[in-house]
């Protein structure tokens, strides 16, 4: 190889090398001006990249989940105030609220120095060394766990425990806002429910069991979401489609976008949120379309 070659070849080795320290440069800079961060760990060192949720999730908007919205406002207002307060579990099927609930506490309580950082399942051993970077920025820290779930043979809900009951137990600084599909956050197989038994007219779970529950009883507050009544599914339905169109519909035309509405939710299996926000864009988009 020339001498040439072998000098821009190390030449564009180095601009990759300066790319990712200027990326770990920057990082605490997006730190103090940022309310809101992912944790990315996709190589030995990881960084907190800002995020914006552009302010659209809001607590008046979140409809049929009052009493979980309630709660977990209240829970917030303590922990802003430094007053005890408990780390959450929000659990049920997807699309009915749960991720939207814990941002919308962001854009509620940015201005109280609420922040979030949002970490994967994977990197959940991390959480110890991202406090330790944010300890000279102020504010107080949810740490936002979204889909938290452990596939079976999956032993880092173990280290999880550990930083509940360690770490985040000595601060008043950050608390954990955690959503998932199961509400224990582990399959239950079926096996491990054969092998408990009755003593005394109780009911004591094998000891995989058992640790597999402790997990979730780490969360002083367990608030469940379901399926929306057809009814609520329809309010959601009317409610996305009057902000996101300043038509004015006709009563006949109301009766048939709840048809559709519903039939929609039936190919989908599910009456949702997030399913509802999605036929009132297809709706809207064929209608545009149509009239072009």
Known sequence: MKTRDLIEKAERILEKIDNILNIYHHDEKLVESSIAWVWNNSGNRGFLEAIDYSKKDKLEE??????????????????????PANNALLWGPRGTGKSSLI??????????????????????????????????IEGKFIIFCDDLTFESGDTNYKI?????????????????????????????????NQKAQIINQE??????????ISLSER?????????????????????????????????????????????????????????????????LGKKSLKND
């Open 160 to 192: 999880l425990k550990t930083i509940l009951d360690g770490s985040l137990r000595t601060t008043k600084r950050f608390i954990v806002y955690a959503t998932s599909n199961r509400r224990h956050l582990v399959p239950e197989n079926i096996e491990e």
């Open 203 to 212: 009911v004591h779970f094998s000891e995989t069991t058992e640790e597999k």
């Open 62 to 83: 979140l409809y049929h989940i009052d009493r979980q919205k309630n709660l977990l406002k209240r829970n917030t207002l303590q922990f802003l105030s430094g007053y």
């Open 219 to 283: 969360f002083g507050i367990w608030l469940s979401f379901h399926p929306f009544s057809q009814n609520d599914y329809i309010t959601i339905v009317l409610h996305h489609l009057e902000n996101l169109s300043q038509e004015t519909l006709t009563s006949n035309q109301l009766d048939e976008i709840k048809t559709c509405a519903l039939q929609w939710a039936l190919e989908r299996g599910s009456r949702s949120g997030r399913v509802a926000h999605q036929f009132v864009l297809d709706w």
């Open 103 to 136: 941002r919308a506490l962001l854009n509620e309580y940015s201005e109280k120095g609420l922040k979030m950082i949002e970490v994967q399942p994977k990197d959940m051993a991390d959480i110890p060394y991202i406090m330790k970077k944010l300890t000279n």
